[in-house]
């Protein structure tokens, strides 16, 4: 089956259109002329159905989450946006240049189809289910990228992205607008010049860096083998009484994660720590960071650490006072993102301006990539479309990450989350989480390996009617 490409339908262009529609039309001839050569057996009948049912559901999310729809993101040029902790300053131009090359490097994941079926079940894509997969996927991948490479790191493909039409249009309401653009390269008389170049030639040449960049896709991948893809995450889900099909909400995957960097052999420095009942106990991070050099101050034997932070910010929906610490977060050069979404809706939050938030959607489903080939394509795993919303549209149930390198980075990252979460200018009465010393069990916890069971499950909520009611925290996914 033939697939709309995200380069022509992350902005929905009318030519990008116009190619997709040429493909159908191209892909039903040969699919007919195909097929009146072939033995019309009952064997065949059900491949073809099948095929159908995969193409219309294909379609239909497409459609249904706005991939085919011809779109613009604005942004203010008037103040600053933050993307995981980098300030930028539409203002300046060489600003909107690093703004492009740091969006399109973050790794994007999405709902993908044709992948070899998940263990015990006929599945053979996430469509319509695997979103908050995808959302945690996309923030362990940030998590990796930045341990392994840096967050100065750039994928050397974004620097041949384009993301705006020529020029940048700004208005006289101070709006920068993105789009609308496809995916593709420069032409030459368009071309990067040699000077905003410069500053990325060390990745053009750095072919250390581009085989982690591949290897870090690998461990994600959608193949039974892969450490932390889609089939290892929802066979961890079984332990937590989830499977595949099932709704997943954001502690629920901050769990499998934790599990997934625990069985893999890869990454035996990097740990994750999944904080309790909103606290983070610094005894227990510190004791999962390790070993401390006295004479640098920093990890000798140790690891570096993940922390989730599971959360709840409102009743039903999003309380605005705690406007403030969600965007501080982002702000943060330790921050990784947000895992969330809007109700039943699931986005990974990579930064802010003013009162919206920006984030990378995994609502678009892409044909199976095959990354044990040597050079697989690289296109699909990052995305040329900036997106943005309310964040009073923000789903109260989300998890934040924060990333250590050594203790003497978790020590930073604890004064500033003090700092925040104790700020004047801060609207809420009770702050988001709060941090202790010492561990879990001197505080009344358990003394149980951290996160070895599923997270606890308050009593279900009812609506007016006293029906019982799904917890918030597992509506992100929906069929």
């Known amino acids: 089956m033939n697939s709309v490409s995200p380069a022509a339908i992350q902005y929905g262009s009318p030519e990008g259109s116009r190619r997709a529609d040429g493909r159908r039309n191209l892909t039903k001839r040969n699919d007919q002329t195909k097929m009146g050569y072939q033995a019309a057996g009952r064997e065949s009948d059900t491949d073809e159905v099948d095929k159908i049912k995969s193409k219309l559901l294909t379609a239909w999310n497409n459609v249904k989450y706005g991939w085919t729809v011809k779109m613009k993101t604005n942004f203010s040029t008037a103040s600053p946006l933050y993307l995981l902790g980098v300030p930028y300053n539409f203002r300046l131009d060489e600003d909107i240049e690093r703004f492009q090359n740091d969006f399109v490097s973050r790794v994007w994941l999405t709902y993908r189809r044709d992948f070899p079926a998940l263990e015990g079940t006929p599945l053979t894509t996430d469509c319509g289910w695997g979103c908050m997969i995808r959302s945690a996927q996309m923030l362990l991948a940030q998590g990796l990228l930045v341990h392994l490479l840096s967050r100065e790191w750039f994928w050397p493909g974004s620097l041949y992205t384009q993301l705006v039409d020529m020029e940048p249009i700004r208005s006289s309401s101070n709006t920068l607008h993105f789009g609308p653009a496809s995916l593709m390269k420069y032409p030459q008389d368009r071309a990067p010049s040699p000077r905003s170049a410069v500053p990325h030639r060390r990745h053009l040449q750095n072919p250390h860096q581009e085989q982690i960049h591949r290897d870090i896709l690998r461990w994600l991948s959608d193949h039974p083998s892969a450490p932390f893809g889609l089939h290892r995450m929802v066979s961890l889900g079984g332990s937590f009484g989830k499977k595949a099909g099932d709704w997943y909400g954001p502690s629920i995957v901050a769990h499998i994660l934790r599990k997934a960097l625990e069985r893999s052999p890869q990454l035996p420095e990097l740990s994750v720590y999944v904080s309790q009942d909103c606290t983070v106990y610094r005894g227990d991070v510190e004791q999962l960071l390790g070993g401390v050099d006295p004479a640098s101050d920093t990890c000798s034997a140790g690891r570096a650490v993940i922390i989730l932070v599971p959360v709840r910010l409102g009743g039903e929906t999003f ?76 789903d109260p149930s989300c998890t934040f990450a924060f990333y250590a390198r050594n203790q003497s980075a978790f020590c930073a ?59 918030s925290s597992d509506e992100f996914e929906f069929l």
């Not at 003394?447 to 917890?471: C, E, F, I, L, V």
Request: with cysteine.
């Open 413 to 471: 990252l604890c004064d500033h989350l003090k700092e925040v979460l104790s700020s004047p200018s801060a609207e809420e009465k009770y702050p988001v989480f709060s941090i202790s010393d010492g561990q879990a069990q001197e505080y009344g916890g358990t003394d149980r390996p951290q996160g070895s069971r599923a997270p606890p499950r308050g009593p279900p909520r009812t609506n007016r009617t006293g029906m019982a009611k799904r917890p």
């Open 319 to 394: 309380n605005p006072v705690y406007k403030h610490c969600v965007k501080e977060f982002l702000r943060m050069p330790f921050c990784l993102g947000i895992i969330g979404g809007k109700p039943k809706h699931s986005l990974y939050f990579i930064g802010y301006q003013d009162n919206h938030l920006l984030y990378l959607d995994p609502h678009y489903c892409q044909p199976y990539v095959d990354t044990g080939k040597e050079e697989f394509p690289l296109e699909s795993f990052h995305c040329n479309s900036p997106r943005k919303m309310s964040i009073t549209r923000m």
